[in-house]
């Protein structure tokens, strides 16, 4: 394993793009104090300044299935986030981090094909001590203003690694048992799903619970599918 700490980066996501075949490490981190072009999901801006927890790993030659590390990197940084602040955090579908129903973690998984899958790079930004602008502080949480102080990020940092390392050690029925135990998204759950490919929110309720796509019944009685969208919990 070989972890790369960077000041200042446009993404890290992106160095690891640019960097991945002059990587021979089967497992890499990148961390930088501070991005410059951070992005979530739908190319959507992740504002990446000093305070905050940014970082990506890239895994080579990977043996799994994609959607396994993204479970295992959201698995990892959920039990580190509860042993060091005393909290139950949750995984909302697809890769989404929240605590007491405010977002605290977004996860981005950027896959690199050549004739079949070569690595696997997830980038994660975690709110810590940085601060939530104000028009995202009703969805956004910083993980110092819930314990009231400034939290060490460099640990943080260095208990994720090591959790999700040894994630990386269980079968896919342990860790898809795990990642039910946390989600907020369960069958029978009333959710509404933004489509980009429809342009609009679709509200439904779940019947299979979700791992690599979530499957909803619309109000009309058509069953939908979607394999990335942002969900929201709703009641009908």
């Known amino acids: 394993m070989d972890v790369i700490e960077f000041d200042c980066l446009d993404s890290t996501n992106e160095y690891l793009k640019r960097e991945w075949r002059n990587i021979s490490d089967?497992?890499?981190f990148?961390?930088?104090n501070m991005q410059l072009s951070?992005?979530?999901r739908l190319k959507r801006e992740w504002i990446s300044g000093q305070g905050g927890l940014w970082f990506s790993v890239m895994v080579n030659r990977p043996v799994k299935s994609p959607f396994f590390y993204?479970?295992?990197m959201s698995l990892a940084i959920c039990d580190v986030l509860k042993s060091n602040v005393n909290n139950e955090f949750r995984i909302k579908w697809p890769n989404d981090v929240y605590l007491n129903y405010k977002k605290v973690c977004g996860i981005l998984q950027e896959n690199i094909y050549e004739s079949n899958l070569s690595a696997v790079i997830i980038g994660a930004g975690i709110n810590i001590n940085n601060q939530i602008p104000s028009?995202?502080?009703a969805k956004a949480i910083s993980i110092s203003s819930v314990v009231n102080m400034e939290v060490e990020v460099p640990k943080i940092f260095s208990e994720i690694t090591k959790d999700f390392i040894d994630k990386l050690n269980k079968n896919e029925v342990e860790i898809d048992g795990e990642w039910m135990d946390r989600s907020?998204?369960?069958i029978g759950q009333k959710v509404?799903?933004?489509s980009e490919e429809d342009g609009l929110g679709i509200t439904g309720e779940v019947v299979e619970n979700p791992f690599e796509k979530l499957k909803i019944v619309t109000q009309d009685g058509i069953l939908r599918e979607f394999y990335a969208g942002d969900v929201r919990l709703v009641r009908f």
Do not use: D, H, M
């Open 184 to 186: 907020l998204v369960k």
């Open 38 to 40: 951070g992005k979530g």
């Open 26 to 28: 089967e497992i890499c």
């Open 192 to 194: 509404e799903v933004y």
């Open 70 to 72: 993204q479970k295992a």
């Open 135 to 137: 028009e995202l502080a």
């Open 30 to 32: 990148v961390r930088a």
